[in-house]
């Protein structure tokens, strides 16, 4: 149970911090758009990713080193495009407020394919899940499969929270203004953080 909650607290500790993923989860969240789907990318994800830093994965990247530059210019890459349409949205004057009768849903698959782009192509998460829980969960042995359960709980728990606690700000994104300033805000993270995928190191 240590290990567990161990593995629960830093796991959640880690998955905070604001990125390009959690960003977008809220976004969908307040618009109520495949809501679960996305939550369950996510986490899944997260877990998978998280199972691979516990059986000794990390080591595999570390062998392979010109996989750490192609995830980071990929994903810089992918965050500046995104990034772009974002803040577009931001300066069109035409936005519309949040209606649930009149708002029509987004394509499923194009959303999914995206939120797995924003998981997949951040070297971040791969720094967070694959190398520090990875390694961290070493120092629990032979208890490390606990603290993997923790960690990969913290994801199913947060992003649930995330994503369906995003829909009290509902009333506050019925004005055209706050989603504006809502891609604004989305479009700045993008960009800080291509930047520092690029410029980081």
């Known amino acids: 149970m240590q290990a567990f909650i161990s593995g629960f607290l830093l796991s959640f500790g880690l998955i905070m911090a604001i990125g390009s993923q959690n960003a977008f989860v809220l976004r969908q969240g307040i618009r109520g758009q495949h809501v679960l789907?996305?939550?369950?990318?996510?986490?899944?994800?997260d877990a998978l990713?998280?199972?691979?830093?516990?059986?000794?994965?990390?080591?595999?990247?570390?062998?392979v080193p010109w996989l750490d530059q192609a995830m980071r210019y990929s994903g810089a890459l992918f965050l500046l495009i995104?990034?772009?349409?974002?803040?577009?949205?931001?300066?069109?004057?035409?936005?519309?407020?949040?209606?649930?009768?009149?708002?029509?849903d987004s394509p499923l698959?194009?959303?999914?394919?995206?939120?797995?782009?924003?998981?997949?192509?951040?070297p971040h998460v791969y720094l967070d899940t694959v190398v520090l829980l990875g390694t961290v969960s070493s120092q629990y042995d032979p208890m490390a499969w606990s603290f993997g359960m923790g960690a990969a709980s913290a994801s199913f728990v947060f992003f649930f929270s995330l994503g369906y606690g995003a829909q009290i700000l509902r009333p506050v994104f019925a004005k055209p203004t706050s989603w504006r300033v809502l891609d604004g805000l989305v479009a700045l993270i993008m960009w800080s953080i291509a930047a520092g995928l690029l410029f980081g190191r």
């Open 37 to 45: 789907p996305l939550v369950l990318t996510c986490a899944i994800s």
């Open 109 to 122: 698959w194009p959303t999914i394919l995206t939120c797995l782009a924003l998981t997949w192509l951040n």
């Open 82 to 104: 995104y990034g772009a349409i974002s803040m577009r949205s931001a300066f069109r004057g035409q936005a519309e407020g949040l209606n649930p009768v009149d708002q029509a």
């Open 49 to 63: 990713l998280i199972t691979a830093g516990v059986v000794g994965f990390a080591q595999i990247i570390a062998m």
